[in-house]
């Protein structure tokens, strides 16, 4: 089935935006100078959109005196925070390509980040959540921060500047408030005439995936790509500049980035910071302090907040809207956000950091049932297909592998033009590794990953089924179901079940509550009552170390050794 079915009012006549990132910026920061364009809650950091364009301009000009070329590679490494946000727009206006390298990397994977795509200058935090980002670089390289004039690090050969945050000074780096300088007349005619040569097609951000089933690859994506997405998705929930958006996502991810600041911008609303990680209070003390308008998050994210022991005590009646995506929504939980958080017009967005990252997003104007059921229909300018394992498009509401094709897809992985075919066939079709089905109406329904699927003697399972049928239970805080190994079957099911607090839940309880309603071999075959999930940063369920968990916790290594 192939479509190009549009829902976004308005945006199917409205060409694509054929400009730069800083081309945008520069005129919605003078369409806008007076509104707010940034809180930053735990840095009490309060700009308007003027302020923030003086700032990313000095800071841009400031990069460029450092020596940094349109398409040298620039990496960040750190929380969320108003430098994050000031790198991100000034970068772009320089044309270098940002490199956004996940919080929670240690040594080997900053390593590999690094030199994967050839950063020639980290911008990094002291640290973050008990890690020692300085320490870390350290070890990689022992010339850096020992004050030794004009270092190299062997480890990391293309890394030439490295740029701390904060107000202390580490030999061998550079401030960050030390990078930027007043700019004059002269000044700004330079950015300006850099600004000019850049192209819109130019690689622009360079992400690496969440690693849920695997290695990180470098998603390289274009000012076209995520400009249009960040645009698009801002459209589908009528964002415009007297919004005010709390994004407690990191801004690493495309979530916290595109959907996030970009968004704002392309639309000159505000963009609201609540904290450098997430907190469920302190989010809800911003929603109330700043009255902000729309929420974003991930589905663990909203369960964290409605089930804050302190939820009823915030006001968070200024909420209409919101977006929540990176993983599939267990319909109780949308439900409990549309009635609890005053949000009526949520709506889920899905996407992949491949595809900038939105493909499908429901709209404030479907109804409850459709945004609760479904991840809504394609967006503007996008082509989708679902396919067989032959690559052969299937009957309408057939299930298969969803493909997406059009201005969102991916360059592809920096340098790794072999990933690059796996993933984009010579036809422009992203794989998405997501099997899902598309009704009548175009309505989507994810139900899983392909490498999720779990086959029970020639049955297959989709964990996601299971998943929102046991969210039903009135004692269940959250569930995932993995498959595990079997000497008979091949596979079986195991759901790992968060208990409500207060609440107690047996094995048994679970398996009856499955009869009558699931076909048997859909049941549990193992229930494991676990206190949390192994995370990404983005919140996503690393759904491959559940399942090397419960395979361990069972016992089964050994059945799948065999």
């Known amino acids: 089935m192939s479509t190009r079915l549009s829902?976004?009012?308005?945006?199917?006549?409205?060409?694509?935006i054929g400009a730069t990132i800083g081309e945008t910026f520069d005129a919605m920061a003078m369409a806008h100078a007076d509104r707010t364009a940034l809180v930053v809650e735990h840095q009490q950091v309060r700009w308007t959109y003027a302020e923030l364009k003086r700032r990313v301009d000095e800071l841009a000009l400031g990069l460029m005196r450092l020596g940094l070329e349109p398409g040298d590679r620039v990496g960040i490494w750190s929380p969320n925070c108003a430098e994050w946000v000031l790198t991100q727009f000034a970068t772009a206006k320089a044309g270098l390509v940002l490199v956004t390298i996940n919080p929670a990397y240690l040594r080997h994977e900053l390593e590999h980040a690094?030199?994967?795509?050839?950063?020639?200058?980290?911008?990094?935090?002291?640290?973050?959540?008990?890690?020692?980002?300085?320490?870390?670089?350290?070890?990689?390289?022992?010339?850096?921060?020992?004050?030794?004039?004009?270092?190299?690090?062997?480890?990391?050969?293309?890394?030439?500047?490295?740029?701390?945050?904060?107000?202390?000074?580490?030999p061998g780096m550079v401030n960050f408030d030390d990078v930027s300088q007043p700019a004059d007349a002269a000044d700004r005619d330079r950015l300006h005439q850099r600004g000019s040569r850049l192209q819109f097609d130019d690689a622009i951000n360079i992400l690496f995936t969440s690693g849920t089933t695997g290695a990180p690859k470098g998603a390289t994506l274009s000012h076209h790509n995520v400009l249009n997405n960040a645009f698009l998705v801002g459209a589908s929930i009528n964002l415009d500049s007297h919004d005010r958006v709390c994004i407690p996502v990191p801004l690493y991810h495309c979530f916290g980035m595109v959907i996030g600041t970009l968004g704002c911008l392309a639309h000159g609303a505000a963009m609201v910071l609540p904290g450098e990680g997430f907190d469920a209070a302190r989010v809800l003390r911003t929603v109330q302090k700043e009255r902000c308008t729309a929420l974003y998050g991930v589905p663990t994210m909203f369960i964290a907040m409605l089930d804050h022991p302190?939820?009823?005590?915030?006001?968070?009646?200024s909420l209409r809207t919101g977006i929540m995506g990176g993983a599939p929504c267990p319909i109780a939980v949308m439900r409990r956000v549309v009635d609890r958080m005053h949000m009526p017009e949520v709506t889920i967005a899905y996407g992949m950091t491949e595809t900038s990252p939105v493909s499908f997003q429901s709209s404030i104007d479907d109804p409850v049932e459709r945004r609760v059921t479904t991840v809504g229909k394609v967006h503007p300018h996008l082509e989708v297909k679902i396919v067989d394992a032959h690559g052969r498009i299937v009957p309408r509401g057939d299930t298969g592998e969803l493909l997406t094709r059009g201005y969102s897809v991916m360059l592809g992985y920096w340098g790794d033009d072999v990933r690059t075919r796996d993933a984009v066939?010579?036809?422009?079709?992203?794989?998405?590794?997501?099997?899902?089905?598309?009704?009548?109406?175009?309505?989507?329904?994810?139900?899983?990953?392909?490498?999720?699927?779990?086959?029970?003697?020639?049955?297959?399972?989709?964990?996601?089924?299971?998943?929102?049928?046991?969210?039903?239970?009135?004692?269940?805080?959250?569930?995932?179901?993995?498959?595990?190994?079997?000497?008979?079957?091949?596979?079986?099911?195991c759901a790992c079940v968060i208990v409500r607090e207060g609440e107690q839940l047996t094995e048994e309880e679970i398996r009856d509550f499955c009869e009558g309603s699931l076909a048997r071999y859909k049941i549990p075959r193992y229930v494991r009552s676990v206190t949390s999930f192994p995370m990404t940063a983005t919140?996503?369920?690393?759904?491959?170390?559940?399942?090397?968990?419960?395979?361990?916790?069972?016992?089964?290594f050994?059945?799948?050794a065999a």
């Open 558 to 560: 050994e059945i799948e």
């Open 7 to 16: 829902h976004v009012q308005g945006a199917t006549d409205r060409p694509l």
């Open 114 to 170: 690094l030199n994967t795509v050839g950063c020639k200058a980290l911008i990094l935090a002291p640290g973050f959540r008990g890690t020692d980002y300085i320490a870390v670089l350290r070890e990689l390289s022992p010339a850096i921060g020992a004050g030794d004039a004009g270092w190299r690090c062997p480890s990391l050969p293309s890394l030439r500047t490295v740029i701390r945050l904060g107000p202390q000074r580490t």
């Open 310 to 317: 302190r939820f009823a005590e915030h006001d968070v009646a």
């Open 425 to 493: 066939d010579a036809a422009g079709w992203m794989h998405t590794g997501d099997l899902a089905s598309i009704d009548d109406e175009g309505y989507c329904n994810i139900v899983g990953r392909v490498k999720d699927v779990v086959i029970r003697g020639g049955e297959n399972i989709y964990p996601r089924e299971v998943e929102e049928f046991l969210h039903r239970h009135p004692n269940v805080l959250d569930v995932q179901c993995v498959g595990v190994p079997d000497a008979t079957y091949g596979e079986e099911l």
């Open 539 to 556: 919140g996503k369920v690393a759904k491959y170390l559940l399942r090397e968990q419960s395979a361990r916790e069972l016992g089964l």
